[in-house]
């Protein structure tokens, strides 16, 4: 089994409706990540998460939340999504103690708003 | 501010030719991180290389190898020999050491290897 699962894996959606995605991670990490990845851009840092009562915006955290239900557990929410949030997203985790780690990421979720 | 450059957007190449993606990242810290992703066809990112800063040395797996240049603020990837399933999409990223690990990405290359 995967160490880092996302759900759902494909999800196409209307401008305007709520969307959550999901993110399970087996490893045992403290730090968990959302990135999206839009074509000739690379990733960029949604939020990030050090533990279950720290969360922290990234470079690109409008329209979006975060919650952080247990240490396995990062989901993000679109409250009203809009065409411009289509794109890949991934979930990461790492372990804590220091910037040198290497995250590992899930298999992404592709997102399409109409 | 960080910033990671990755000027080439596509390359593209026959089988067993050796190939070069460049990086060129931007920071003020002298204590930093550089990694190399790579992500296939079906999507997923798989980490291939970490270096810090205070480590010049080349690394060299396999076919693959790394040259870390500080001087010119570069962490180059060289594959040798390609092969077919080496074609990917490779980003560059940089976290500063700021206690915790926030990478920036630069925009990829994409490297297409045919047979």
């Known amino acids: 089994d995967a160490d880092v699962t996302q759900t759902p894996r494909n999800r196409i959606t209307k401008t305007g409706k709520r969307i959550m995605l999901e993110c399970s991670q087996t490893k045992g990490h403290d730090r968990m990540y959302w990135y999206r990845q839009d074509p000739g851009l690379g990733l960029r840092l949604i939020y990030y998460s050090f533990d279950v009562k720290d969360i922290n915006k990234g470079e690109i955290s409008d329209g979006y939340s975060v919650s952080r239900q247990a240490q396995a557990k990062f989901s993000l929410s679109l409250e009203s999504a809009i065409p411009n949030q289509t794109a890949l997203y991934f979930c990461a985790t790492s372990v804590g103690g220091g910037a040198f780690n290497e995250q590992f990421f899930g298999p992404g979720t592709r997102l399409t708003v109409l | 501010a960080q910033k990671v450059t990755q000027a080439q957007t596509e390359i593209s190449v026959v089988e067993k030719e050796d190939v070069t993606l460049d990086c060129v990242y931007e920071?003020?810290?002298?204590?930093?991180?550089l990694f190399w992703y790579k992500q296939p066809p079906s999507g997923e990112l798989v980490f291939l290389i970490r270096?810090?800063?205070?480590?010049?040395q080349n690394e060299i797996s396999g076919r693959y190898s790394w040259n870390f240049q500080k001087s010119t603020s570069s962490f180059n990837f060289t594959i040798t020999a390609s092969q077919v399933v080496d074609s990917a999409v490779y980003f560059c990223?940089?976290?500063?050491?700021?206690?915790?690990?926030?990478?920036?990405f630069g925009t990829g290359t994409r490297l297409l290897v045919s047979p």
């Open positions: 920071t003020r810290d002298t204590t930093y991180y």
């Open positions: 990223a940089l976290s500063e050491n700021t206690g915790f690990q926030k990478l920036v």
């Open positions: 270096r810090n800063s205070f480590d010049e």
